[in-house]
């Protein structure tokens, strides 16, 4: 309660207490034991406080927007490590938890991730729309046509050569971050404010149909259906139209 504790930062206020309960357990160990139900209690307090200066923080607040002009990444795995490792009342580098918390700020913005998840969204159901209502057919005849061959050479023109490599990169390794936040799950347990549940369900979620990441995964397996059947209606096959050199 001094004026120094008003101040703390959460994370000065998460190491404070893992020190606080390494000294008590010492005292236990010395015969100290009306510290015990305190030292239980502290335990407890830990994931609450471990959210706070992660995932509460200025940090990661910074990092969940989309404020820098140009896509960013960085590693959660370090940080969630060392988060762990907290909870764990394991022994962790205090200058390294705060210096992977910077990095969380000035690297990461999942707006920008969740922006262009958006964009793909858009233009992949733009397209499929195009591909798939086409009138009349393309192939009447079931066989390729002067004019599917013109669409042919658009299809591996743009998505074989273009836009199909860049997604697939794109979302490749935004998956190492859809596994990182998964993994939060796991550390927290349903310490989670329902706030973070309900955002989590609806933004990155996995498993969740409705979420924004399955919703990107599941418009490029649609769009992929699309041109199967377009394909399929002027005697191509999808397979060898991908692998054929370009």
């Avoid at 990169?169 to 347990?189: G, N």
Wanted: aromatic residues 8%; hydrophobic residues 40%.
């Amino acid at each position: 309660n001094s004026t120094l504790g008003r101040v703390q930062t959460h994370s000065q206020r998460l190491f404070y207490e893992l020190e606080w309960l390494k000294r008590g357990d010492r005292c236990v160990a010395q015969g100290e034991a009306w510290l015990t139900p305190i030292l239980l209690e502290k335990r407890q307090m830990l994931p609450a406080l471990a959210w706070n200066a992660t995932l509460a923080g200025p940090e990661w607040q910074t990092a969940m927007g989309a404020s820098l002009d140009r896509t960013s990444h960085t590693e959660l795995t370090p940080l969630l490590d060392m988060t762990q490792g907290l909870l764990e009342q394991a022994s962790v580098d205090r200058a390294l938890f705060e210096q992977q918390l910077q990095r969380l700020g000035q690297q990461m913005r999942l707006g920008l991730r969740r922006d262009a998840w958006q964009q793909i969204r858009l233009t992949l159901i733009s397209a499929g729309e195009m591909v798939g209502q086409r009138q009349p057919p393309v192939c009447l005849t079931g066989q390729p046509t002067a004019r599917s061959e013109r669409v042919l050479a658009v299809f591996r023109r743009f998505y074989v050569q273009g836009l199909q490599p860049k997604w697939s990169r794109t979302l490749a390794q935004d998956q190492t971050l859809i596994e990182a936040f998964w993994r939060i799950d796991a550390l927290f347990e349903a310490r989670m404010p329902l706030s973070y549940q309900n955002w989590y369900q609806q933004v990155l979620n996995p498993t969740a149909s409705a979420s924004e990441w399955q919703r990107t995964r599941s418009a490029l397996r649609r769009h992929a259906q699309v041109w199967d059947a377009f394909l399929k209606s002027c005697g191509y096959r999808l397979q060898d139209v991908l692998q054929a050199p370009v």
